[in-house]
């Protein structure tokens, strides 16, 4: 039986003179030098990143910031407007909702990515062509597939993968999710895109971010947008137009009778 | 009476082969041309900002990301132990703590600062003097003043003042800070340290962010820090040992009977 | 200078074999004897209510149940399409809207209503009238009064009101609600109802509930409400047809060119 | 393919001076006459309950309100320490971390009950026991059973068990938890107890509680105790004492460098 790790932090110490973060010191090594996107690299991965992997980076958490009135910003709007003292509580609400289903599928396409890499290189056959298969088979969506507006070709993954490319970052990751791609058209019979999240998982591994960090990505690219949608919110409302036109598309029918 | 509003939204739009954002171009303007931060300060402030504005905001985010064991950073570990599969609520949930008494107070520094240009810029006079001395005499604590830990003076507050000033960005907001610090040491007859939520407060308005801007970026820049709370938890766990402490922290004695 | 208290709690204590709660035994005293209702009074009144009581507080519960598509019902029905694997945060993300504009103004009334009996406890002349005429005056909604569907009168705090009467529980709050009513319609000049929140805020003072576990009480019964919202959302879904109403309602303009 | 269902309500239509909930008219059939728990069967079961549908239901309610300083409660203590001017914050980040890993785990349970029954009713053989043998094998944890606490019994799972067979509601999902307790102990090689959440989750199925409700029923639960954490901590302040064990808990080390 492996011994219990015994709790301990690594992040952080501060006395009334001074902050470490990660080791450095923050006033005088960090404040001022590090932007936002090399901190949280440096947070997460526990190094600065290179102008390279700063620059992917980059690209990725801008992708995600904003795409109008996702759920995540319907949601924080009806929020400011319900609780218009506190901007927090509407943006952490509308990043409630960055799980499975919307932003957050940037995990689950990683998390992909890394098993079929592992099973590959451990020497396993046509794994490729079996996933894609298997997800068309039970007829289930492939995480990092498909899009409800963007199509014939998601246009943000597009230029994710030609700009990873021209980075020099398209590695293994990237390269399978190319793979995937034709191979989830054979399966599928038609052609689905690679969406945004997809892309954005590959390259996220391609530049070493830890899987389980990769969906608190999303969330911090995704508040920034949604400061923009409370300012919005707050100069010309819409709050209220959307709550009423959402009543109004549920028709309401009386209940059938029970017990 | 004004006519009221009716709703519209500036901030995107999308349709199958394209994405725009602020009115430009998603694809083709914006991903691997502007950074996270660039794009923060054009989705609130509706322009690209200038190299140093986006030092300056830089400086601000980097500073507030990490500070240990904050409540933000304590609610998040714990939420990461209870919900293991949703980090986006780990990271929401540490943000919902960022309100009026902790980060969130750089939008209260900021609203006291406006509010005394306004009344300068209208030829009050003392208003600076006053200020200080009602919240002594009422002993409350000044906005982006005093630290729990920090003493005598904030060493976050300090650099990121200084760096304010070598970038030629400590106008009026932050001369405002500055006067005002000194008042609130006369008026309380002791130091009051400002602290980083003070200066940053300042700062972001030389740059021109909206004050109801500010406690959203405060959320933006601690959704970064709490990313590497979520892995250290996954990696070295803490939250139970914080769990059993705060238990034990807390004696249990028998209530008086009451009707 | 008070002395600082000393953290301790007094809700519940447990070992191997027993939980006490409120200092009874929750097994052989609670379990199968309390009510939720009669546990809730007692968790946050400290004593076991009254038979009127309860049905006081039960008739305040039922009635903000539900109401449809508020916003609370409407977060709750997009999260759950978003984060379909966790009722909880559908749940939650739903009640973190029940502040200071919808469900929450409980709370607001019955401060009111507080403050207004000490004043005139104290000898103060026609606060009532005061009040009533300050908002009229600054054109500030009164707490409790007014409602958006419900006209001339909000049928809940009619019946609410006559039920307290009814049950001999039309004390001093409830006769100050109606005391200020009248000053409202006069000051305002014209009849603005009691709503469902004003008459509830009275009736949980004339019961004793503390007026800072009232916005609680809100919440509380918003959550037994949302869960059903869950349930209709997975049979029948509607999020999707309200989000897209919520993107139609709101045309996109391309913002004015700055910077 | 089955025709996609159009959107539609049934839970509740309003207008100026009437409001229907679940068919019937809130304020002359409901307010006054259902209890909360009445209403929170009706909402989500489509009936009023029966008198011994009340009992038992109550009792689950009651038995998972309070449980001293759960993740949950700490976490409300802390935010309604961080944001005290919103109550409902507070309730509602307690009610995110009723998931997977605590309090949720009534539905967890009650979705493996189901799952027995259903395979046993169509003919497969000793199912109770492979279940219990498969957790055993892959050291698992059965949902609704073992507590860190309560040893060598959960007192409120004896309690509520019995109470299900004095209401004579220990039905089919209770006998299959009880057997499923035997194999358990038998395939673990110790005796391991049922918890609270394993007899409410068996003992909401009895009373037709929808699966997908039961986390949700958790919650409601849960919110009613987090009002008097609420009450408390305004009253004898515990979270700064919390925070600080916290933080005492958990030594700093150095990073190793790395990059």
Not at 194 to 214: C, K, R, Y
Request: net charge neutral; hydrophobic share 40%.
């Amino acid at each position: 039986m492996a011994a219990k790790k015994e709790p301990v932090t690594r992040i952080a110490k501060s006395d009334a003179t001074s902050v470490f973060v990660g080791g450095r010191d923050l006033v005088n090594d960090l404040i001022g030098k590090y932007s936002y996107t090399d901190m949280l690299y440096f947070l997460t991965c526990g190094r600065k990143p290179s102008t390279q992997e700063v620059r992917i980076l980059d690209a990725c958490l801008v992708t995600l910031m904003e795409h109008g009135f996702t759920p995540s910003a319907v949601i924080t709007r009806l929020m400011i407007d319900s609780v218009p003292e506190e901007p927090q509580v509407a943006i952490a609400s509308g990043l409630l909702a960055i799980g499975s289903v919307f932003a957050g599928t940037t995990e689950q396409c990683a998390a992909l990515l890394l098993d079929m890499k592992k099973r590959i290189d451990a020497g396993e056959k046509d794994v490729v062509k079996q996933i894609a298969v298997s997800h068309a088979q039970s007829k289930q969506p492939v995480p990092g597939f498909g899009h409800g507006t963007h199509k014939p070709d998601d246009p943000r993954a597009v230029r994710l993968l030609e700009f990873a490319k021209s980075e020099g970052m398209d590695g293994p990751y990237v390269k399978l999710l190319l793979e995937l791609a034709k191979e989830v058209d054979a399966a599928f019979g038609r052609h689905i895109t690679i969406n945004a999240t997809g892309a954005i998982g590959a390259m996220l591994l391609e530049i070493q971010v830890p899987v389980d960090a990769i969906r608190g990505f999303s969330a911090v690219s995704r508040a920034g947008g949604l400061v923009g949608h409370i300012l919005e919110e707050k100069r010309t409302p819409s709050a209220r137009a959307m709550w009423n036109a959402s009543k109004a598309a549920v028709p309401y029918q009386d209940p059938e009778p029970k017990g």
